[in-house]
């Protein structure tokens, strides 16, 4: 049962944002240190993308979608969601298309 808690505990996430607050005044390597967490954790989940930025950016790639003709590629949506101020590459476009279901005619 002891893994079966920690997943319900936030505890590294609220480790994750305390180093990241604190880290002009102490090096990474010191508050991991202090609060039991590897650097190499913390690092790898402040890589990690965060689920609400994918949700916007899947809303907006579907709103995007819905205004074109819906014979556009990644391509054409890409230069789209660069016009409207986006920062997205064309593979996460396809990533996010292939999971939407979004298929043009």
Not at 26 to 52: D, E, F, I, N
Not at 64 to 86: D, I, N
Not at 91 to 101: F, T
């Amino acid at each position: 049962m002891k893994k079966g808690t920690s997943l319900l505990c936030p505890r590294t996430e609220i480790s994750h944002d305390l180093i990241d607050q604190r880290q002009r005044t102490a090096s990474v390597a010191q508050a991991c240190r202090v609060l039991s967490v590897s650097r190499a954790g913390y690092y790898a989940a402040k890589k990690k993308t965060k689920y609400a930025t994918i949700c916007t950016t899947s809303v907006h790639l579907k709103a995007v979608f819905a205004e074109s003709p819906q014979t556009s590629g990644s391509c054409r949506l890409l230069t789209e969601m660069h016009k409207k101020g986006m920062q997205i590459g064309r593979y996460k476009i396809r990533r996010l298309m292939r999971e939407a279901g979004l298929v043009p005619v």
